[in-house]
Each structure stands twice: as structure tokens, then as C-alpha cells.
């Protein structure tokens, strides 16, 4: 089992940043692709982005790309998503997930794909 835990979140003006972590632990060597998703409110969970910790591919939704950037820390228990020029459309609860396996584009985008999950940490933007 892996177990997943997000920080980082919080309340921020329209155009500022912030920047999530994800700390695993339990069985990490298990997992290959570690994804951030988010579910805005009253909408469904929708993918922002993903990495491969084997080979460092990264996928980003459209929405995001440009703005957010998703990265790994040295040893395998954590990833980080990095924020900028955040919208009130970015609004919502941000979870990490992880894979056993490895994980393509576009695989990764789906959140059935995805073997663990946190609790999730809120991101409100404000206007």
C-alpha cells in the first residue's frame, strides 16, 4: 500500500502562486506515475497533470500548461506541483494519485488509472 498525503493549499489572489507537495509513503518503489487532479465546485474531477518517475515524462491538461508544472523530489516519495498565474477557475480540491503502472498519455488523464489517493488539500483563487 501507498499512502499519500497533499499540503501546500490555500487562498491566493488571482495571478499569484502557490506550490503543492505530496509526500508517499508506505510501498513507493510500486508506483511509476504520480498525477495531480482536481475537482472544482459543484464539477467533476477532472486530470491536470502527471509525471513518470522512470523515464520523467510529464503530461499537462490544456488548461494548465504554461502555468503549472509538475516535478519530483530526489528520492521516490515526493512530487511537487508548482503553480503560477493562477485563475478563480483554478479553484478547487487538489488530490495526488499514484499508478503502479507506468502510465501514457492518454491513460494518464483518467482517473480509474490510478491505484492510491490523499485526502486532497483546498486551492481558492480569488478575483
Known amino acids: 500500500q501507498v499512502q499519500l498525503v497533499e499540503s501546500g493549499g490555500g487562498l491566493v489572489q488571482a495571478g499569484g502562486s502557490l506550490r503543492l507537495s505530496c509526500a508517499a509513503s508506505?510501498?513507493?518503489?510500486?508506483?511509476?506515475?504520480m498525477g495531480w487532479f482536481r475537482q472544482p465546485p459543484g464539477k467533476e474531477r477532472e486530470f491536470v497533470t502527471a509525471?513518470?518517475?522512470?523515464?520523467?515524462?510529464?503530461y499537462y491538461a490544456e488548461s494548465v500548461k504554461g502555468r503549472f508544472t509538475i516535478s519530483r523530489g530526489s528520492a521516490k516519495n515526493t512530487v511537487y506541483l508548482q503553480m503560477n498565474s493562477l485563475k478563480p477557475e483554478d479553484t478547487a480540491v487538489y488530490y495526488c494519485?499514484?499508478?503502479?503502472?507506468?502510465?501514457?498519455?492518454?491513460?494518464?488523464?483518467?482517473?480509474?488509472?490510478?491505484?492510491?489517493w490523499g485526502q486532497g488539500t483546498q486551492v481558492t483563487v480569488s478575483s
Open positions: 509525471i513518470r518517475w522512470s523515464t520523467g515524462f510529464t
Open positions: 494519485a499514484g499508478a503502479r503502472a507506468g502510465l501514457g498519455y492518454p491513460s494518464a488523464r483518467f482517473a480509474h488509472a490510478y491505484d492510491y
Open positions: 508506505g510501498r513507493t518503489y510500486s508506483t511509476d506515475t
